[in-house]
Structure formats: structure tokens, C-alpha cells
């Protein structure tokens, strides 16, 4: 299915910043053999290097900041695509810096909507959202489901407070300029070629190498997975769906719930890993239960995620086991 959605997409210029990234280098990476791809990125997270595409002759990689307006809107020029996954992420990495967090993503995706709604011939303006809109619990949570964020004062909800700014941005482009936006809200997307502080991806590097698995607090904390090749696929459909203009979407795998603790003993087992788990306080606010409500997607672009738990986690292990050889 994901190759018949991308066969569509041919002979575009496609955006995508913080393209270097975990998901934008591996849209990148499905878009190059018919399309321009222009990755812009401040390469802090540069997962491009490793990636076999690289080097591929129809990749433009510009070295960028969003939050520079003049230069972001020049190197837009002549794009037909425009996917914004460009932010600050990491729980870690928000909770030292909410204030480069909130600059970031609410200043930076300012920027790359008014730049694109000067191009000439924009086809989709894609923004990157997040599950944590909804709060510390998000059970079946639909689109029109209400925003709860955490307490002032808890740095992690400054990244949830950033994000959804940008879905009102995307939105209000969409109804006073005409932009036609998508945004997306991932939940707890993970595979190969993922960078950061991702739970999972840092599971099955530590059973990979027999090392001790880490989990915060008593790990009763329930998520659904969506595997990257699911993410892509909604991605390509919301390019490519008339109906999914001024839309958003939850994108999420509601068939792959399981605990955190559930998930270390998944990921073990499935590697047959000598790992032990070990337990650790809490060190900030948390998300106790996220699973997604994703009929809305289903119905306007068709799309529903496939790829079960345990085949993730093969795919993702040897993705990494064949980087370390």
C-alpha cells in the first residue's frame, strides 16, 4: 500500500524541514526516486549521514534554522510540498530547555506557514503535531477531543503548549489564506533509523547489547506503537487525499497497547536479550495512558495502521544490529 500511495506523487519539489531527522530522512528517503527533495535542517540530529540516500542526486540538503524567516523562505522557493517536522523534542531535551522548545515551535512553524503561503503552486502544507495535546491521559481520544495540558510550571507541558499552537497556526492559515494544511499527531512512532530519546528505540539498543532496561516509575504508564513505515504511509495520504485539507489527523497503531513494563518484557523476549528490568523514581511529569481514536483517518484518506508490535521490534533490532557490524 505504501508504495502504490508514493507512485503517486511524481515529479514534485517536496520540503521537508528537519528533514535530517528520525521521520523526515525516511520520508526523504521514499520520495527521492521520483521527486526533488529539499531537506532543511540545522543538523543536530543528523540522521541523513548514515542513510544509503545520502548522497542521491535528486537531495538537496540546506543547512538552516526555521527560526530564520528571510533564509527559510528562500530556500522554500519552488516547492510544491512542504513537511514541517522540524522542533524540539525529547522529554529530556524539553524539560532542560523550555524556552528554546517554545521559540522553536511556535516561532519556527510561524515561519515555515507564512513562508509557504507565499509559493506559487503549494499543493500541502503538512505540520507535525504531537498525542501529548491531550494531557496525561488520552483513552480513544479523537480529533475534536478537547486539549488538557499540564500545570504552568511543569517544563515537559511547554512542548504540548508548543505543538498545539502550531495546529491553530495551521488551521488559521488554512481558513484566512487559503494554505492548505494538514497536521498529524504521531503517537509514539518508532524503527529503524530512529534518533533521540525515543522509549522504545532505547529498549532495543540496551537488549540488543544484554544491557539493563530502564523504566521510570512502575511502568504501569499504557501506550499504543505505530511503526515508521505506518507513519510514512499517512503521511503520503494526507499529500495526496483532497480530504484531508484543513484537516488533522491522530495517527497511531490502537492494536499495539501495552504497558510500559509490558513492553520492556516484549522487547526481551522477542530479542531474546539477557536484559534485566530496572526500576527508577519518576524524575517529571508523565503520560499515563495514550492510545489514539483513529477512525477519522480511516474514513477521509484510508488509512490504518498494519504493522503489529512484534515485527516492529524485529525490524528495528535489525536495523540496528547491521549499523553496529
Not at 304 to 312: F, Q, R, S
Request: hydrophobic fraction near 40%.
Amino acid at each position: 500500500m505504501l508504495k502504490e500511495s508514493i507512485n503517486q506523487i511524481k515529479n514534485e519539489t517536496v520540503f521537508i524541514t528537519g528533514g535530517a531527522g528520525f521521520i523526515g530522512s525516511t520520508l526523504a528517503g521514499r520520495l527521492l526516486s521520483d521527486n526533488k527533495v529539499v531537506i532543511y535542517d540545522n543538523l543536530k540530529r543528523n540522521t541523513i549521514k548514515n542513510m544509503p540516500f545520502a548522497k542521491h542526486k535528486n537531495l538537496t540538503l540546506i543547512n538552516g534554522d526555521i527560526l530564520d524567516l528571510p533564509y527559510l523562505k528562500k530556500s522554500m522557493e519552488g516547492s510544491t510540498y512542504v513537511i514541517h517536522c522540524a522542533g524540539i523534542t525529547g522529554v529530556d531535551t524539553v524539560i532542560k530547555s523550555p524556552v528554546s522548545t517554545m521559540r522553536v515551535n511556535i516561532i519556527g512553524s510561524y515561519n515555515v506557514l507564512e513562508a509557504a503561503s507565499h509559493l506559487n503552486n503549494c499543493k500541502r502544507v503538512i505540520c507535525f503535531s504531537t498525542s501529548e495535546v491531550f494531557g496525561k491521559v488520552a483513552f480513544q481520544s479523537e480529533e475534536s477531543s478537547s486539549a488538557v495540558l499540564g500545570a504552568v510550571g511543569e517544563a515537559r507541558w511547554t512542548y504540548a503548549v508548543s505543538k498545539l499552537s502550531v495546529e491553530h497556526f495551521a488551521y488559521a492559515y488554512f481558513k484566512e489564506k487559503n494554505v492548505p494544511t494538514v497536521t498529524v499527531r504521531p503517537f509514539n512512532v518508532y524503527g529503524p533509523g530512529q534518533t533521540g530519546e525515543g522509549a522504545l528505540r532505547t529498549f532495543i539498543m540496551r537488549a540488543l547489547n544484554n544491557e539493563d532496561i530502564v523504566v521510570h516509575g512502575d511502568g504501569t504508564q499504557i501506550r499504543a506503537w505505530c511503526y515508521v513505515d505506518d507513519m510514512i504511509e499517512a503521511v503520503i495520504r494526507c499529500m495526496i487525499f483532497p480530504e484531508a485539507v484543513g484537516e488533522s489527523f491522530n495517527i497511531g497503531n490502537a492494536k499495539t497497547i501495552t504497558t510500559i513494563y509490558g513492553m520492556a518484557n516484549i522487547v526481551i523476549r522477542v530479542l531474546q536479550s539477557q536484559s534485566k528490568i530496572v526500576h527508577v523514581p519518576k524524575t517529571s511529569a508523565d503520560i499515563e495512558l495514550r492510545i489514539p481514536k483513529t477512525e477519522k483517518a480511516e474514513k477521509l484518506i484510508d488509512f490504518k495502521a498494519k504493522t503489529d508490535l512484534e515485527e516492529g521490534i524485529k525490524k528495528t533490532a535489525e536495523f540496528f544490529r547491521r549499523g553496529s557490524q
